[in-house]
Structures are given as structure tokens and as C-alpha cells.
């Protein structure tokens, strides 16, 4: 840094920077609690260049004049200028929101025709207090000047603080500032140049998977808090927004404050702190988030992506209990491995990248599903990750001490009655050979008499559950046919009845989806889900995933999904 001296940032200038960023790391290192510094994988021949060697940054202070203050913060924080937000609290309600500002209100409906810009007087404002701004981030061309990363709840300081850990570890400038509420953070790297929203955001998502590395509390939810929310601007909005800091009577409170990581107090003189502050340029940008790994998620995730985080090996004995979940005890656990099964556990959301590539507003919309659980003792997974997460921790060196809480009713007697083809022979064979398949089959492939025939095989009570009463009936026949089971001892859970026998029940996933009671499961020791591509859908993943079922068998001619969340099939029947 070059102290606000005004002189251009020499060679020397930025090793001598580098030095004191180490030297901050293992403070905050020693404030995580701790030990050592994991090896995060990347290529550590690359060096940045923080700042061009021409760009002179202004030497500001408390004692500054108003001029040179604003002139800083328009340094800093670039966003539009063409538009900023408001935040307004009404009185009779004591509902408050953000709204962009405007020359003229909502009338019957209908949006203003203009927005008020930013300007030296909104900023002067919002120092007095006069004013809470907000400011959109996203410029047009789909570029900014700064990204942010908003911490919040209960855990905040430690989370923020573990993601200034990776960026500086990364050689990344990052500032740590106390939000309006006082109850979470603003993390912010400011570039020099406008740079691709896209390279940002990325840099970003990369360096905040390193911070899981560290910090295992941190959710993936955290992808979904970064300012810029989106790589390109959507239609007929401007993006997030993220307020403004200093705010006149929120730094009497001590919030809206940048605060000096290693004491987590407010820095002495805020202005003195924000003209130190370096700025990464556009370079810097786009080769980091071309040399950190890309975050990946979901069954593709590989044990060398795990491996790759560094940090300490797992326990030689991992606890885990197979139920309706896959549970790992998190005890001995380091970061990094619980991190990498959070991952696992996970799946890009299609939704949210159409919604990009489409140019719409992805608020609201996350950038990952997450099908896994937590608590203080257990991480808890998808039944269908079990093989996988297994092959993970003992690629790791770690023995799994696996405990098995599914139920075993007692054995049936089914006689399959039926002729199969090889073909069929064949699917049926690999089928029985384990607890969780899903068979895909073209309309006439025979997949109901092939599922009989895994029923007969494995001889335990079974449920199918259909999504149409026609279906109901249709196995109801087909049971009959090929099993030789009388009508009466088919039982019916909806479309009109309620009546399982806990022999082989047929039930509609609606009925099922409005009970409470998942100890119904129990008595099954194989569920058969037809039409399966339906799980995907929450009321039938929330329902099917309470089920501690030895075996499961999923059926369905078309496993892709319009939505592209064929992956969480798998996470419920297996593969």
C-alpha cells in the first residue's frame, strides 16, 4: 500500500504488502482457532498485480475536506450513477424495504417515469443520516467495480472473518465492514476498473469455497450473498443492492463501520482505513478466477476435488447411521471433508442459471439446491450418496463404522408368475444385486412385470407408490397377475381408500406427502416408486426421504426432467 503518499505502487511496494497480509493471516488464523494453513490447491507461482503502477489513490483522513472525502468514496464505491436506493420505514405499519429513488411516486400501479442519480449531496445525506442509500452494484455491460460478500445470523464475525482468511491468502484486498443491523458483516474488494461481472463473481464463489475449507459452519446459502447477485443485468431492473457504509447515525451505534479484523473494533479514522484500501484490477481479476478451481457440486464431485482443499485427514474411524438418511458423525471431522460433502450433497439449481442466461432477476432463486442436513452431531446426506460418500472418506484413510437403522420385517412369500425376456433377465438380475436402483425403460418395456420379479425375489412387505389413481388401479391388476396375490390382500392408501394390508400396498404420493407419520415406512422392506421423475418435486422429496426403507426401486421411462433436477432422483432411489 502506499500510505495516501499519492506515489505510484512500486515492486517493492507490493511485496512489502504481501508480507503484512501474511502476517494478518495468521492473526486471523489464530482468532479461527486455527493451527495450520491448509493447502488450498492452486497455483501458487501466480502473483497478482494489485494496482496498476499508475493508479495514485487520494491520502484522505478524518480531517480531510468534504471534497476530498466524497471524491474517495466515488472511488470506492462504484455503482450507478444514474440511480440509488432508498430505504423508507412507514409509521403506521412499521413495514421499512428499499425502493429505488425516485423524481415522482407509484401511482395506481404504475412504476415512476424517472429515478433520481447518485450525487454529491445523496452521498452528503447519508453521512449526516439524513438518508439510508443504497447503491446497485451491477453496471451496464454487465461489469462492476466491487464485490461484496454479506454475512449474517449468529456466526457472522467468524464466517467473515474466515472468508478475508482465503482472500488473503489469495493476495485478495478485502475490508471488513459492521452492517446497519450490527448482526452481520459486509465483506468488500473494490477494483480499480470496472471488470466482467461474471470474472468477479466467480473470484468470489472460488475464495469462498476456500473459506469452507476452514470454516465448516459456513452454508452453501453464503453463494447466494454476493453483490453483484448475478452475472449479467437483468431486464428492466437494475440488479441487488447493498448499503452504502458510514451511515451518519448508524456509526454513532457502531455499525456501518469498518472494523480492524484482528480486534473486530471500528478502525480509529474510517477515512484514514478506506484511502489505505488497495484495489485489485481487472487483470488480477480475471486470471484469479481463472486459477482458482470453479465450484462444483452434486455426485460428479471427485474424491481429488476433496483431497485438493488440503488441511488435516479425516479420523481413521468415521461414524455413520444408514436410515432414511445417510448420517456422518461431524466428530474428528476436519472443514474441509465436511465442506466436501455439503458439496456433494448439493446441486447446481437450473433455475438459477436460466434465469441468468435469460436476463430475469435471479432474487430469491438459489445457486444451489442442497438436499443435506445438519446438526451439532451429524451431517446428514442422501440415501443415494451412501456408496459414494463411503468410497470418498476411505479414499481419504478413513474406515467407516457404518450402523444400520432400517427395519427388517419379517420375510413373504411371493411366487413370481411371469415370462421374462434376456433383456429383461438381465435388468432384473443387476437390480436385486442392490438396495437402491432406478430402472429406465421405453413405454412397453415391460417394467411393471420386471418389478414384480425384483418383488418376488426380495420376498418382504412392499409399498408402490403410483402419482394417478389409473395407476392404482393398473398395479392392483398387475400385482394379482403376476404374484398371485388375491385382491384382498392388496391394500390402498388413496384415490378414495385407506386401507393398507402391510403385505404389498399400493399408494398414491399425494395421500402419503399429507402424513405426518413416517414410521408408516417401517413396515415396508422395499418401496417401488413409479413414474420416479416425480420425486424431484419438495412435498414428494420431503415425504419419501423421511422413509428408513431397506430397498427402493425407481421406475420411469423419462428420467430427464424439464426443470434438470434428475440428479435428485438418484439422491432418493440411487442410481
Not at 455439503?342 to 435469460?358: D, T, V, W, Y
Not at 413396515?523 to 421423475?533: F, K, P, W
Amino acid at each position: 500500500m502506499n500510505g495516501g503518499t499519492g506515489d505510484a505502487v512500486s515492486y517493492e511496494d507490493l511485496l512489502a504488502e504481501l508480507a503484512t497480509l501474511r502476517e494478518e493471516n495468521d492473526r486471523l488464523r489464530g482468532l479461527l482457532g486455527l493451527d495450520e494453513r491448509p493447502d488450498d490447491g492452486h497455483a501458487r507461482a501466480w502473483a497478482p498485480t494489485l494496482l496498476t503502477e499508475t493508479t495514485e489513490q487520494p491520502s484522505v483522513d478524518a480531517s480531510s475536506t468534504a471534497a476530498d472525502k466524497l471524491a474517495l468514496l466515488w472511488s470506492l464505491f462504484g455503482a450507478r450513477a444514474d440511480v440509488y436506493a432508498q430505504r423508507w420505514e412507514s409509521a403506521s405499519s412499521g413495514k421499512s424495504g428499499w425502493s429505488p429513488a425516485t423524481k415522482d411516486r407509484w401511482a395506481k400501479g404504475r412504476p415512476p417515469r424517472s429515478y433520481l442519480a447518485l450525487t454529491d449531496d445523496v452521498f452528503i445525506s447519508h453521512l449526516r443520516g439524513e438518508a439510508t442509500i443504497g447503491i446497485y452494484p451491477l453496471l451496464r455491460g454487465d461489469t462492476c467495480a466491487l464485490l461484496a460478500c454479506d454475512f449474517d445470523k449468529g456466526t457472522w464475525a467468524l464466517d467473515a472473518l474466515a472468508y478475508l482468511d482465503a482472500c488473503h491468502r489469495n493476495a485478495v484486498p478485502a475490508a471488513l465492514e459492521r452492517s446497519r443491523s450490527g448482526n452481520g458483516a459486509h465483506v468488500w474488494i473494490f477494483f480499480d476498473a470496472p471488470v466482467a461481472a461474471s470474472a468477479a463473481r466467480a473470484m468470489g464463489a472460488a475464495l469462498l469455497r476456500q473459506a469452507m475449507t476452514a470454516r465448516a459452519e459456513l452454508d452453501l446459502s453464503s453463494y447466494d450473498r454476493f453483490f453483484p447477485s448475478q452475472d449479467f443485468m437483468p431486464k428492466a431492473g437494475f440488479g441487488n443492492l447493498i448499503a452504502l457504509p458510514l451511515h451518519g447515525t448508524s456509526t454513532a451505534r457502531g455499525t456501518t463501520l469498518f472494523l480492524d479484523p484482528t480486534t473486530m473494533d471500528p478502525w480509529p479514522d474510517q477515512w484514514a482505513f478506506l484511502s489505505s484500501i488497495a484495489r485489485m484490477t481487472p487483470d488480477a481479476v480475471e486470471s484469479l478466477a481463472e486459477t482458482l478451481r470453479p465450484v462444483d457440486a452434486g455426485p460428479a464431485l471427485s474424491l481429488a476435488e476433496v483431497a485438493k482443499a488440503g488441511g488435516p485427514p479425516p479420523p481413521p474411524v468415521v461414524r455413520a447411521r444408514l436410515g432414511a438418511e445417510l448420517s456422518i458423525g461431524r466428530a474428528g471431522l476436519p472443514p474441509a471433508v465436511i465442506a466436501g460433502l455439503k458439496h456433494l450433497g448439493s446441486i447446481a439449481n437450473p433455475e438459477f442459471f436460466e434465469k441468468q442466461r435469460m436476463r430475469f432477476s435471479t432474487w430469491d432463486t438459489p445457486r444451489f439446491i442442497s438436499a443435506y442436513r445438519e446438526d451439532l452431531e451429524w451431517l446428514h446426506l442422501p440415501r443415494g450418496l451412501t456408496g459414494q460418500v463411503i468410497d470418498l472418506l476411505e479414499g481419504l484413510g478413513s474406515t467407516v463404522d457404518l450402523g444400520d437403522d432400517r427395519p427388517q420385517p419379517a420375510a413373504v412369500n411371493f411366487e413370481f408368475d411371469g415370462a421374462l425376456r434376456a433383456q429383461q433377465q438381465a435388468a432384473v438380475a443387476d437390480l436385486v444385486d442392490h438396495d437402491l436402483g432406478v430402472l429406465v425403460a421405453p413405454p412397453g418395456a415391460g417394467k411393471t412385470v420386471m418389478a414384480c420379479a425384483v418383488i418376488a425375489h426380495h420376498g418382504t412387505p412392499t409399498l408402490v407408490v403410483v402419482d394417478r389413481k389409473e395407476l392404482v388401479d393398473q398395479w392392483r391388476s398387475r400385482l394379482h397377475d403376476h404374484l398371485g396375490i388375491a385382491p384382498s390382500q392388496i391394500g390402498q392408501i388413496g384415490g378414495g381408500r385407506k386401507k393398507p394390508t402391510g403385505i404389498i400396498d399400493v399408494a398414491m404420493i399425494q395421500s402419503l406427502a399429507r402424513r405426518d407419520d413416517a414410521s408408516l415406512f417401517d413396515a415396508y422392506g422395499l418401496i417401488v416408486v413409479d413414474e420416479c421423475h416425480h420425486l424431484p418435486a419438495v412435498s414428494f422429496t420431503t415425504c419419501m426421504r423421511a422413509a428408513r426403507t431397506r430397498r427402493w426401486l425407481g421406475l420411469t421411462a423419462t428420467p430427464y426432467r424439464r426443470d434438470k433436477l434428475e440428479a435428485l432422483i438418484a439422491f432418493q432411489c440411487g442410481p
